[in-house]
Nanobody, 124 residues
Framework: QVQLVESGGGLVQAGASLRLSCAASGRTFGSYNMGWYRQAPGKEREFVASISRSGDLTYNLDSVKGRFTIARDNAKNTVYLQMNSLKPEDTAVYYC?????????????????WGKGTLVTVSS
């Protein structure tokens, strides 16, 4: 069992930066590929970014490339999402996700564990 707890969300103006963190419980954090999803009001949840177990592979949604960076620290059981140049359309609840399959982490159905989410609101 893995528990994921997100933090770092908040209200910011367009152009600002935020760093989200996701702390994982348990001693198996390094066994999971990690990712971030988001769900905007009235929209379906969508994949944002992922990072492989060792951190050597990352993958981002096209609309956040060059602005968002995912990273992990296996010694601290934590995954991060650095978000720069935020836009109002980035407003959403951001969820941390863990998956045993690198090829599955971009799909809701491939997620083994979810966090409860943290709200990011970007004002114009």
């Amino acid at each position: 069992q893995v528990q994921l707890v997100e933090s770092g969300g908040g209200l910011v103006q367009a152009g600002a930066s935020l760093r989200l963190s996701c702390a994982a419980s348990g001693r198996t954090f390094g066994s999971y590929n990690m990712g971030w999803y988001r769900q905007a009001p009235g929209k379906e949840r969508e994949f944002v970014a992922s990072i492989s177990r060792s951190g050597d592979l990352t993958y981002n949604l096209d609309s956040v490339k060059g602005r968002f960076t995912i990273a992990r620290d296996n010694a601290k059981n934590t995954v991060y999402l650095q978000m720069n140049s935020l836009k109002p359309e980035d407003t959403a609840v951001y969820y941390c996700a863990a998956s045993t399959g690198w090829g599955k982490i971009t799909d809701d159905y491939g997620i083994n564990y979810w966090g409860k989410g943290t709200l990011v609101t970007v004002s114009s």
